[in-house]
């Protein structure tokens, strides 16, 4: 079970077996199912392998390799770098803002996930110096290693955009439901977007407010979170017979990556609520908070000379800015790697990856340095900014880590799993699960439809799953 400790911060119970985890779940049939189709291995006799392994981040990806080493060498040797004692159950913060959860129900502790056989660094890393087999830290400590997890997930940067500020978050109809401060342990961006939701219902009860939700250029943390913020506020709005003008600008050119969802989005979900329009193409580079003016650039195609050769006119493309007038904006900020791994040798130098975690697809092996691996948001693959998608990295990458360790060939492979509980709704949720090769549902349930049960599984069953058995390596 979990309590409150003297810090307010959620206490987490260990030693929680898997039977004891349903049964506090209600022996659910779903959370029986996710079990079954984890990717948790069998239990197997601990490896003897020897070795000093690093681990940088404290976040889910972080701890839940540190859990999986702790349980699959005999005599592990791990250090941890990590500045936040807090530990945020980060998928909640969408929940906070539509009011289904506050701030204290995310908030847990690292000093209940990390053990004291674990010696933990309570800094951040600075400087990444693979060629040394060691890392720097903000406070200068140099520490080295022998085999290195870098866990340390993704930045949020607002700067980014012109004429916007973290401080300006909460204030002139502005909204961003990512803000957070992992350090502190504070999630600020759930709380503001509730009050932001509240907000536009007094602005609707009086007109109709112009609303505009945003998606950047970048890859970012769960990719159906913008969507998620638009269909839940419409939603909001709906239930109590009010409306508002909805757009949804967005750089890419359709709704979600996977076919079956993306149908169901734009011809199920989008006309229900009729008020919806969508701006593909459309990036946001500045605002203008005074005067509620937001401007995105995308792309203007003009026609050019005929060419006689390939007998068609050549397209001219020009880069526009195009202004919005608003009322209320959810803004996505662009995001990358931390500062430390991109100005680093172990980020991908070139090409659409370029900054983040250069690591093999299918192994999680760094290409150039064979004793680095990466887990969660930070790995430059092609799928995979979820918490879903860690969970299924964790137990791929500890066996082939554990195989470099020992000298055998890695033969653990990521699919690249990912899974968005896509809110569509109050009290529907479309499951998208998807690999590199497209849909892959863990159950026999169409992956475009949108269902109450996933939401049930997500609001009241995905958090102690979090907490009891992700973070204990047990899943």
């Given at each position: 079970m979990s309590k409150l400790d003297q810090n307010g911060y959620v206490k987490i119970v260990s030693g929680m077996s898997r039977r004891d985890a349903l049964k506090m779940m209600g022996l659910s049939p779903i959370a029986a199912g996710v079990l079954a189709s984890s990717s948790a291995p069998v239990e197997a006799k601990a490896s003897d392998?020897?070795?000093?392994?690093?681990?940088?981040?404290?976040?889910?990806?972080?701890?839940?390799?540190?859990?999986?080493?702790?349980?699959?060498?005999?005599?592990?040797?791990?250090?941890?770098?990590?500045?936040?004692?807090?530990?945020?159950?980060?998928p909640g913060q969408v929940f906070m803002a539509a009011g289904e959860y506050t701030h204290e129900d995310i908030v847990g502790s690292n000093l209940d996930l990390i053990p004291d056989d674990v010696k933990w660094i309570k800094d951040e890393v600075a400087r990444f110096e693979p060629d040394n087999?060691?890392?720097?830290?903000?406070?200068?400590?140099?520490?080295?290693?022998?085999?290195?997890?870098?866990?340390?997930?993704?930045?949020?940067?607002?700067?980014?955009?012109?004429?916007?500020s973290i401080d300006m978050i909460g204030k002139n109809g502005i909204s961003s439901v990512y803000l957070n401060d992992l350090e502190k342990g504070t999630a600020?961006?759930?709380?503001?977007?509730?009050?932001?939701?509240?907000?536009?219902?007094?602005?609707?009860?009086?007109?109709?407010?112009?609303?505009?939700?945003?998606?950047?250029?970048?890859?970012i943390k769960c990719g159906g979170a913008p969507q998620k913020i638009l269909y839940l506020a419409d939603d909001f709005l709906k239930r109590e017979g009010l409306d508002a003008d909805f757009v949804f600008a967005l750089?890419?050119?359709?709704?979600?990556?996977?076919?079956?969802?993306?149908?169901?989005?734009?011809?199920?979900?989008?006309?229900?609520?009729?008020?919806i329009t969508n701006k593909f193409t459309h990036n946001l580079v500045a605002i203008d908070a005074e005067k509620k003016i937001a401007t995105f650039?995308?792309?203007?195609?003009?026609?050019?000379?005929?060419?006689?050769?390939?007998?068609?006119?050549?397209?001219?493309?020009e880069i526009v800015r195009v202004p919005m007038q608003y009322d209320f904006i959810h803004i996505v900020p662009p995001m990358s790697a931390p500062k430390a791994v991109v100005e680093s040798p172990l980020a991908w130098q070139q090409g659409s990856a370029q900054g983040w975690l250069e690591v093999d697809r299918e192994t999680l092996q760094h290409t150039r340095y064979p004793n680095v691996f990466g887990i969660g948001d930070v790995c430059g693959i092609p799928l995979g900014k979820t918490g879903g998608s860690a969970?299924?990295?964790?137990?791929?990458?500890?066996?082939?880590?554990?195989?470099?360790?020992?000298?055998?060939?890695?033969?653990?492979?990521?699919?690249?799993?990912?899974?968005?509980?896509?809110?569509?709704?109050?009290?529907?949720?479309?499951?998208?699960e998807f690999n590199y090769?497209?849909?892959?549902?863990?159950?026999?349930?169409?992956?475009?439809?949108?269902?109450?049960?996933?939401?049930?599984?997500?609001?009241?069953?995905?958090?102690?799953?979090?907490?009891?058995?992700?973070?204990?390596?047990?899943?």
């Open positions: 392998a020897k070795g000093k392994i690093v681990i940088v981040g404290g976040g889910a990806g972080g701890i839940m390799a540190m859990a999986r080493l702790r349980r699959a060498l005999s005599e592990p040797d791990i250090t941890i770098i990590a500045p936040n004692e807090v530990h945020l159950y980060q087999n060691r890392v720097v830290t903000r406070g200068g400590e140099s520490v080295t290693y022998d085999f290195l997890v870098v866990a340390t997930g993704l930045v949020y940067h607002y700067e980014q955009i012109e004429g916007l600020e961006g759930g709380t503001i977007t509730w009050k932001w939701f509240n907000d536009l219902k007094q602005a609707a009860q009086k007109g109709k407010p112009r609303v505009i939700c945003t998606q950047p250029a970048t890859p750089n890419g050119d359709k709704l979600f990556g996977v076919p079956e969802v993306n149908e169901t989005l734009a011809k199920v979900v989008q006309p229900r609520y009729g008020n650039e995308t792309k203007k195609y003009t026609q050019g000379a005929y060419d006689e050769d390939l007998e068609e006119y050549e397209m001219i493309e969970r299924h990295h964790g137990p791929i990458m500890v066996a082939n880590l554990i195989a470099q360790m020992e000298k055998k060939e890695l033969t653990q492979k990521f699919d690249g799993y990912t899974v968005c509980p896509l809110k569509t709704q109050y009290g529907k949720i479309i499951l998208a090769e497209g849909a892959a549902p863990s159950f026999p349930l169409a992956v475009g439809e949108e269902r109450w049960i996933w939401w049930a599984f997500d609001l009241y069953m995905l958090k102690p799953m979090y907490w009891h058995l992700m973070m204990r390596g047990l899943m």
